[in-house]
């Protein structure tokens, strides 16, 4: 069974920062353009950042400026380092492929803001 395991989720303020991780098994890793992806409560799961092979990174217009994705190709790790947060960013945040595959999904890390 895979699993991509995700942490660094928690409470913070609004305009605070807080950094996520995701374990990614290297057969997966290394041949895979990788994404973070959130859901909030009562809306529908959202891509907010992504990252190919080449680390040539994308993200959503309400995260551009905030948000900043990477990847550790020595310890298949994939990063989101998410700054200046607002009320707005709370939700369960999971890390997977992209395009997403159902197999894949985590547990997630819970990103709390409060304003």
């Known amino acids: 069974q895979v699993r991509l395991v995700e942490s660094g989720g928690g409470l913070v303020q609004a305009v605070g920062s807080l950094r996520l991780s995701c374990a990614v098994p290297?057969?997966?890793?290394?041949?895979?353009?990788m994404g973070w992806y959130r859901h909030a409560p009562g809306k529908q799961r959202e891509l907010v950042a992504h990252?190919?092979?080449?680390?040539?990174?994308d993200y959503a217009d309400s995260v551009k400026g905030r948000f900043t994705i990477s990847r550790d190709n020595a310890k298949n790790m994939v990063y989101l380092q998410m700054n200046n947060l607002k009320s707005e960013d709370t939700a369960v945040y999971y890390c997977?492929?992209?395009?997403?595959?159902?197999?894949?999904w985590g547990q997630g890390t819970q990103v709390t803001v409060s304003s």
């Open positions: 997977n492929v992209r395009p997403s595959r159902d197999a894949f």
């Open positions: 290297r057969i997966i890793f290394s041949i895979n353009a």
């Open positions: 990252i190919t092979t080449g680390s040539i990174t």
